[in-house]
T-cell receptor, first 116, second 109 residues
Framework: DAGITQSPRHKVTETGTPVTLRCHQT?????MYWYRQDPGHGLRLIHY???????DKGEVSDGYSVSRSKTEDFLLTLESATSSQTSVYFC???????????????FGQGTRLTVV | QKEVEQDPGPLSVPEGAIVSLNCTYS??????FMWYRQYSRKGPELLMY????GNKEDGRFTAQVDKSSKYISLFIRDSQPSDSATYLC?????????FGAGTTVTVRA
């Protein structure tokens, strides 16, 4: 999985509680991404980072925050979890524009989050 | 309207059949077109990519791009049960990827 580790892999939490998901890479890629995947919607970008402390919003960022204090770690926080945030969360890494110029992204194994 | 549209299927075919998958897109600035494959409970992996219009072949897989119609296709020849997966089209957009919804394919032995 291109040196990407997501933790935890599974989590069940209660509505209203804060949750933090962690993505750790050993590839030294500049870009890191958080996506969520839901049936019928494919992968939707939540937030992404283009360097330490440099982050930006994706298309479904409401209710989520991120932090990147080190190149290798990208944290996704659900400030107050809601049932609509039940999903599979994927971290991805990349170079933005690689040798292919194609913005290839390498994905982690995913975190299955259930909010009850 | 989403930037990338893909019929989520599902699609079920017998072993040996040709699988045809497609996506449409709205942003005429897209230059690179990618197909990711995702096995159940795994992360997506890049299967193929093409640049601009034309065809690209890799073994049993062929990717086609028609920029004039904003339409891309992926064909799988001589499909195998091991091809059973979700296939997602993706297009780079400002250092990010815009994905289609994904089509789930089952190849029956």
């Amino acid at each position: 999985d291109a040196g990407i580790t997501q933790s935890p892999r599974h989590k069940v939490t209660e509505t209203g509680t804060p949750v933090t998901l962690r993505c750790h890479q050993t590839e030294n890629h500049r870009y890191m991404y958080w996506y969520r995947q839901d049936p019928g919607h494919g992968l939707r970008l939540i937030h992404y980072s283009y360097g330490v402390k440099d982050t930006d919003k994706g298309e479904v960022s409401d209710g989520y925050s991120v932090s990147r204090s080190k190149t290798e770690d990208f944290l996704l926080t659900l400030e107050s979890a809601t049932s609509s945030q039940t999903s599979v969360y994927f971290c991805a890494i990349g170079e933005g524009t690689g040798g292919r110029g194609s913005t290839e992204a390498f994905f982690g194994q995913g975190t299955r989050l259930t909010v009850v | 309207q989403k930037e990338v549209e893909q019929d989520p299927g599902p699609l079920s075919v017998p072993e040996g059949a040709i699988v045809s998958l497609n996506c449409t897109y709205s942003n005429s600035a897209f230059q690179y077109f990618m197909w990711y494959r995702q096995y159940s409970r795994k992360g997506p992996e890049l299967l193929m990519y093409t640049y601009s219009s034309g065809n690209k072949e890799d073994g049993r897989f062929t990717a086609q791009v028609d920029k004039s119609s904003k339409y891309i296709s992926l064909f799988i020849r001589d499909s195998q049960p091991s091809d059973s997966a979700t296939y997602l089209c993706a297009m780079p957009n400002d250092y990010k990827l815009s994905f289609g919804a994904g089509t789930t394919v089952t190849v029956r032995a």
